[in-house]
């Protein structure tokens, strides 16, 4: 099954969701926290399906969703050697502690 089939699958499947929502709304009324809630969750869900719609439309670099590989990391050296003495200078202003070893 190719996306956009799924994805019209998916469409199909909250058209009956919300029609379902519509029946029990007009049975219970349309009172009522739990009715509004559920309406407003599958009014989401529609808009959330659509935007997916678009992103699969405007696919991603690799072509297939999915298939992007992943970027990898810049890996950044460290050296071995003792840092200079000179970078520790304001180490007081910053809150790592006094040269003396003791806190004011």
């Not at 969701?17 to 009172?31: D, F, H, M, P, T």
């Not at 810049?74 to 840092?83: R, S, T």
Request: a negative charge.
């Amino acid at each position: 099954m190719s996306l956009q089939d799924e994805l019209t699958a998916v469409e199909r499947n909250l058209d009956d969701l919300v029609r379902s929502v519509g029946k029990l709304e007009s049975r219970l009324g349309a009172r009522g926290l739990d009715v509004r809630r559920v309406r407003t969750d599958t009014d989401h869900l529609r808009e959330s399906v659509a935007l997916l719609r678009q992103s699969a439309a405007a696919g991603p670099p690799g072509g297939r969703l999915g298939a992007e590989t992943p970027e990898v990391p810049e890996v950044v050296q460290i050296p071995d050697a003792p840092y200079d003495a000179k970078l520790w200078r304001d180490a007081d202003d910053e809150g790592l502690g006094s040269r003396n070893g003791h806190a004011p």
